[in-house]
């Protein structure tokens, strides 16, 4: 029955949006009922109302949409709708990109959110720092550049294709963030030049020859990320010394996440340590994965570095304080919203350079002659009031050697 209603609901908003019908493009009321798309129904067919219905309305508008449709929230997920949490398993209204109105759609390149075009709110700090690198070369967007965004959403299997559009669009530069988005790229175009931010050890990947000499036509910020994990399960151990079980968290789509695995499972056999793998590709796997800590007794969480995760840092912070594990991360970004520890180098002070090697090869610079910029300080980041939460103190080493307390 559910899947017969469901097909039903896809083919109604199919039928209604290719006629040209933009369904709600006022709050729901009882006059809806009679429109061509009516009230959303539950997954049993009982009509869906009340204050749920005006949230999602007000969110979807406040987000630059035309208007809700209602889908289950598998169709949701499936065609990159906003998803709401708490709804799974319920037929309701979704916010979907298929309804963008034109003038959206115009100014999508320099919107927040999370469409596809869209630059995620989470990483909005590392965009206003690559534009300031940008503007140190003389570049301006919405001035004498044009910046087009694209976000996979954490739907990895999507980059190889928006790598592809954008090199179809023959743009100037294109910039990546994350070992999966600097391979798809370079496997998207030989040609056009790279600069890429984070990925791991670049060398040991293959995506360029050397630091010094990338050759090719890419090069970028190493941040080192997945090479720091066996430090920040020392630190991990320092805060949580009682911790006989220390579970890892990685993104499986993540290329780097096996390199992380292996590291940090050699560092967790020196140390005598149980390290249980955890696996997270989207924000709907967070949920099982921290509900897996309970049964594997775990005592603290090492965080692995991701793009997608930076994006959703406030859910995983919010899990870990909810499940009460203390977790370390790999940037300053996760214990601003809460999280226990990081350990690694500032994202916003790398993603300047970034935007200074963009703009230089725009100005004809060859990205084989840029060297790769490695970061040359870390810092440890602790979150005394969340430690207080957990019931834990700081070692006074562990405070003399923080670069910052957040109080």
């Known amino acids: 029955m559910k899947t017969d209603l469901y097909n039903k609901v896809t083919d109604q ?51 630059g949409y035309s208007a809700p449709i209602w889908m289950s929230f598998r169709q949701a997920l499936e065609l990159n709708a906003h998803v709401r949490k708490g709804e799974r ?21 320099a919107a927040e959110g999370d469409a596809g075009n869209r630059f995620p709110n989470a990483l909005s700090a590392n965009l206003a720092a690559f534009r300031q690198g940008l503007s140190e070369t003389g570049y301006v967007d919405g001035q004498n550049i044009t910046i087009e965004y694209r976000w996979a959403q954490g739907h990895y299997v999507r980059l190889p294709g928006l790598a592809a559009e954008l ?5 100037g ?9 600097i391979a798809a790229a370079k496997r998207a175009t030989a040609t056009i030049p790279i600069v890429f931010f984070g990925g791991g050890d670049p060398v040991a990947t293959g995506v360029v020859a050397s630091l010094a000499r990338p050759g090719g036509n890419l090069t970028g910020v190493s941040i080192m990320a997945p090479e720091l994990n066996p430090k920040r399960l020392d630190v991990l151990s320092e805060l949580v010394p009682q911790a006989g079980v220390i579970a890892l968290l990685v993104n499986p789509n993540n ?5 992380t695995i292996h590291d940090l499972e050699e560092a967790a056999r020196a140390k005598g340590v149980q390290l249980p793998i955890l696996k997270a590709r989207l924000e709907g796997d967070f949920s099982n994965a921290f509900a897996a800590l309970v049964q594997l007794h775990v005592g603290a969480l090492v965080v692995g570095s991701d793009a997608y995760f930076f994006s959703r840092r406030e859910q995983l912070v919010g899990l870990a304080a909810q499940h009460a594990v203390p977790a370390i991360y790999d940037a300053r970004e996760f214990v601003v919203s809460g999280g226990l520890a990081s350990y690694g180098s500032s994202f916003t002070s790398s ?10 090869i725009l100005k004809g610079a060859d990205p084989a002659d840029l060297p790769v910029h490695q ?33």
Not at 89 to 109: P, Q
Not at 167 to 171: D, E, G, Q, S, Y
Request: no cysteine.
């Open 13 to 63: 908003i199919v039928a209604s949006l290719e006629q040209g019908v933009r369904p709600w493009m006022k709050p729901w009321s009882a006059e809806h009922a009679a429109g061509r798309i009516t009230r959303p129904l539950r997954a049993n067919g009982i009509p869906y109302q009340g204050i749920n219905v005006l949230v999602l309305w007000s969110d979807a508008v406040v987000k």
């Open 89 to 109: 398993g319920s037929t309701v209204v979704y916010a979907s990109k298929i309804t963008r109105t034109g003038t959206d759609a115009e100014t999508s390149r």
């Open 167 to 171: 090199v179809a669009r023959k743009i």
């Open 173 to 181: 530069v294109m910039v990546t963030y994350g070992a999966s988005a």
């Open 255 to 259: 290329l780097s996440a096996e390199r």
């Open 351 to 360: 993603w300047p350079q970034v935007g200074i090697y963009a703009g230089q």
């Open 375 to 407: 970061p040359t300080k870390f810092e440890l980041v602790i979150n005394l009031k969340t430690a207080n939460a957990l019931g834990l103190t700081v070692p006074p080493l562990i405070l003399a050697r923080a670069d910052e307390v957040i109080e």
